[in-house]
């Protein structure tokens, strides 16, 4: 049973898992747009959300909080500097899911994640 079990496996395990969506995230951040499976993008909308919510405060805590979830210092220094003062007046809903069609070789539904 699955009861009150959030987020979606992605069959792996934890660790490669965490991996991919951290990755993930920090493609996002850095490109501001990336071409994916939609699951992947569903995955990581809301890691992607959290980070540049905790970003909008801008304190050393926020930094390392950051830190603690993104690759790669440059990254965390966009979110800080660039991607959260843009948001400042939003609430919420920084990342659109957009349906790009199927993959060639095995028919994956592709999306296209980018920042609002």
Do not use: C, F
Not at 25 to 44: C, H, P, Q
Request: net charge positive.
């Amino acid at each position: 049973m699955r009861h009150r079990n959030s987020g979606k496996i992605l069959d792996r395990e934890k660790g490669p898992r965490a991996a991919l969506l951290r990755g993930l995230a920090t493609n996002i951040i850095l490109y501001e747009k990336v071409r994916t499976t939609k699951a992947k993008a569903k995955a990581v909308r809301p890691l992607v959300e959290k980070m540049i919510s905790v970003g909008k405060e801008g304190s050393v805590n926020a930094r390392r909080a950051v830190a603690a979830v993104i690759y790669g210092e440059n990254a965390v220094k966009k979110v800080i500097e660039d991607i959260a003062p843009r948001y400042k007046t939003r609430q919420g809903g920084y990342v659109r899911i957009t349906n790009i069609g199927q993959r060639q070789g095995d028919a994956a539904e592709m999306v296209q994640i980018e920042l609002v």
